[in-house]
């Protein structure tokens, strides 16, 4: 079983920067699609980068030329960096893994594009404020 552990969060004032980092162990583990979901207080899970193996990248609207997502396909590691943060980007940043499997899909398991998310970090707090 591989396990997702997000590191990096915190409080960044508006405008502000934040790294984001996500470990896969045991890392010699096989993750097709690396990518990063948010949810904020009362909403519903979003999307916000995601990296396929090979590179291929995907934002989402909102955070397209503030953000970049990277991996360390060697460590099983996922990066974002995060530029001009938004107070309304407040939420709780989870790190997902597509582990290639396309039997009969997982309730939690998220699509988006060629990805299939069915792996979850616990979840690490961003929180943009004065």
């Known amino acids: 079983q591989v396990q997702l552990a997000e590191s990096g969060g915190g409080v960044v004032e508006p405008g502000g920067s934040l790294s984001l980092s996500c470990a896969a162990t045991p890392a010699t583990y096989t993750t097709y699609c690396l990518g990063w979901f948010r949810q904020a207080p009362g909403k519903n899970r979003e999307v916000v980068a995601q990296i396929t193996n090979i590179g291929a990248k995907l934002y989402s609207d909102s955070v397209k030329g503030r953000f970049i997502v990277s991996r360390e396909n060697g460590r099983n590691t996922l990066h974002m960096e995060m530029t001009n943060l938004k107070p309304e980007e407040t939420a709780v940043y989870f790190c997902?893994?597509?582990?290639?499997?396309?039997?009969?899909?997982?309730?939690?398991?998220?699509?988006?594009?060629?990805?299939?998310?069915?792996?979850w970090g616990q979840g690490i707090l961003v929180n943009v404020s004065s």
């Open positions: 997902a893994a597509d582990l290639g499997r396309r039997g009969p899909r997982p309730s939690d398991a998220v699509v988006t594009g060629p990805c299939r998310f069915e792996r």
